[in-house]
């Protein structure tokens, strides 16, 4: 899993409250035995919708998504956090997420920030308003540096921000005691189950 330290970029909004993971990555492209490729299905039910902005020209490629509260509602499918980061985004700005979405977003590297409903919805009207501006998320610092020059703190565990620091996905995380484990192996494995003859 890439580091997460910070990225700075334009913001795509997405002026929507309880977007579930079906509306995030429809069922019918859930066949896929790969983790990737799922990116291009983002949100695909909306493509025809006016108020579905993200493929415009002047939010394409943008690193930042920001939405309204309980953003990846619903089903715990982890192929929804899959698809935003095949498209292309490194942090999400709400004022709430789903638990379970939220916990699946920092083990593939996206960063999911809290902040209050008014400051969400300032960084959304700036990005409406002018495409071009920049919003920086500084996983370092814990805080949002928004298009006006703002700062604004957020919390996120430390143990889950140590993880996205450093880039460890669960595999990672376990080989950070790869010493402690094989320590164990060497000494604490048995010759095999005890077999007893019947008969």
């Given at each position: 899993?890439?580091p ?16 579930d ?18 990116g ?18 002047e939010y ?7 939405a309204?509260?309980?953003f ?27 638990d ?10 996206i ?5 209050p409903?008014?400051?969400v919805?300032?960084?959304m009207?700036?990005a ?12 370092e ?27 460890w ?9 790869e ?8 000494t ?12």
């Amino acid at each position: 899993m890439e580091p997460f330290v910070s990225v700075t970029g334009r913001v795509a909004p997405l002026d929507m409250a309880d977007v579930d993971t079906d509306q995030i990555i429809p069922k019918q492209f859930l066949k896929r035995i790969e983790r990737t490729g799922f990116g291009e299905f983002l949100f695909y039910d909306w493509r025809d919708e006016s108020f579905y902005l993200l493929d415009r020209e002047e939010y394409a490629g943008a690193p930042i998504l920001v939405a309204g509260r309980n953003f990846g509602c619903g089903s715990s499918r982890e192929h929804a956090p899959w698809a935003l980061e095949d498209y292309g985004f490194r942090a999400i700005i709400a004022p709430s997420f789903a638990d379970i979405f939220r916990n699946n977003c920092t083990k593939v590297g996206i960063l999911p920030v809290v902040l209050p409903e008014e400051k969400v919805r300032a960084i959304m009207e700036s990005a409406l308003a002018a495409p071009d501006g920049e919003v920086k998320v500084d996983l370092e610092a814990r805080a949002v540096i928004d298009a006006t020059g703002e700062t604004h703190a957020f919390d996120i565990d430390e143990p889950v921000r140590q993880r996205l620091l450093n880039g460890w996905d669960d595999i990672g995380l376990t080989l950070e005691h790869e010493s402690a484990i094989s320590a164990y192996e060497d000494t604490g494995e048995r010759d095999g189950p005890v077999t007893t003859a019947f008969g």
